[in-house]
T-cell receptor
């Protein structure tokens, strides 16, 4: 079983719809992150959370919201989807500590028509 | 703002050595990570540098010069499976947030 699980893996929806992407982890990490990746580009940080009561905006948070329901669960919502939010979305986790890498889920491919 | 530069694409031959460079200008520095990402898949961790010098891990090595804002990833004895994107990421603060470069797509040819 994957340590970081994202659902759904693929989603096609229409402009204006509300969408929730879910992420759960079994690694026991406190820190969780949501990124989007557009073709040919790197990962851009949307939101991150260092524990259940901590939520922080990343570089591109407009149009997105998140909820940290438990240590193991971090969901990303698009309240009213628009076509330029079409992208590959990754959830990641990391342990605390300076040299701890991030561990990524398999991604959610989201298309908004 | 944060600025991380990597070459967009590189091509190399199976069995050869390739060096992928990363230069950065960031508001803080608490370490530099390299990740590998095969097309359509999740990034996976390759290496971490926080002090100047070379870190070696099998066929892969990573170098850091903090004074120059420069790192490179060295891949030896290239294999076809090394064809992937390589992402450089700078950890900006002690709190764990990182900024990623756009990645270098490496194609290994027979």
């Amino acid at each position: 079983d994957a340590d970081v699980t994202q659902t759904p893996r693929n989603r096609i929806t229409k402009t204006g719809k509300r969408i929730m992407l879910e992420c759960s982890q079994t690694k026991g990490h406190d820190r969780m992150y949501w990124y989007r990746q557009d073709p040919g580009l790197g990962l851009r940080l949307i939101y991150y959370s260092f524990d259940v009561k901590d939520i922080n905006k990343g570089e591109i948070s407009d149009g997105y919201s998140v909820s940290r329901q438990a240590q193991a669960k971090f969901s990303l919502s698009l309240e009213s989807a628009i076509p330029n939010q079409t992208a590959l979305y990754f959830c990641a986790t990391s342990d605390s500590g300076g040299n701890q890498p991030q561990h990524f889920g398999d991604g959610t491919r989201l298309s908004i028509l | 703002g944060q600025n991380i530069d990597q070459p967009t694409e590189m091509t190399a031959t199976e069995g050869a050595i390739v060096q992928i460079n990363c230069t950065y200008q960031t508001s803080g520095f608490n370490g530099l990570f390299w990740y590998q990402q095969h097309a359509g898949e999740a990034p996976t961790f390759l290496s971490y540098n926080v002090l100047d010098g070379l870190e070696e891990k099998g066929r892969f090595s990573s170098f850091l010069s903090r004074s120059k804002g420069y790192s490179y990833l060295l891949l030896k004895e290239l294999q076809m499976k090394d064809s992937a994107s390589y992402l450089c990421a700078v950890k900006i603060t002690n709190a764990g947030k990182s900024t990623f470069g756009d990645g270098t797509t490496l194609t290994v040819k027979p």
